[in-house]
Nanobody
């Protein structure tokens, strides 16, 4: 079962690193859901070539990467803003292509809470 970890509380401008235990021929996506809002795409990485995609709201601040030694997919989050506050989920799909669509992902983790405050 997928499990996202690394969430916590941080001040505006701070950093956090999330991890998702995932390995093999799967592409991994990170999504987030703020209170009262729909779950939205954050970032994704392909298993085949490590290519990545980011939402406009996080591009340049977040970096998704695979750690093959640890069998994890990590999301490094820098310059955090209050609007990044959400429960973050990792999800996997058995395809090398990238997707922003929730329905394209098969397995979902339970999520980890990120709280950014001023």
């Amino acid at each position: 079962q997928l499990q996202a970890s690394g969430g916590g509380s941080v001040l505006v401008g701070g950093s956090l690193r999330l991890s998702c235990a995932a390995s093999g021929r799967i592409s991994v996506g990170w999504f987030r859901q703020a209170s009262g809002k729909e779950r939205e795409f954050v970032a994704a990485i392909s298993w085949r070539d490590g290519s990545a995609d980011y939402s406009d709201s996080v591009r340049g601040r977040f970096t998704i990467s695979r750690d093959n030694a640890k069998n994890t997919v990590d999301l490094q989050m820098n310059s955090l803003k209050a609007e990044d506050t959400a429960v973050y989920y990792c999800a996997t799909r058995y395809s090398a292509s990238l997707s922003r669509r929730k329905d394209q992902y098969r397995d979902w983790g339970q999520g980890t809470l990120v709280t950014v405050s001023s």
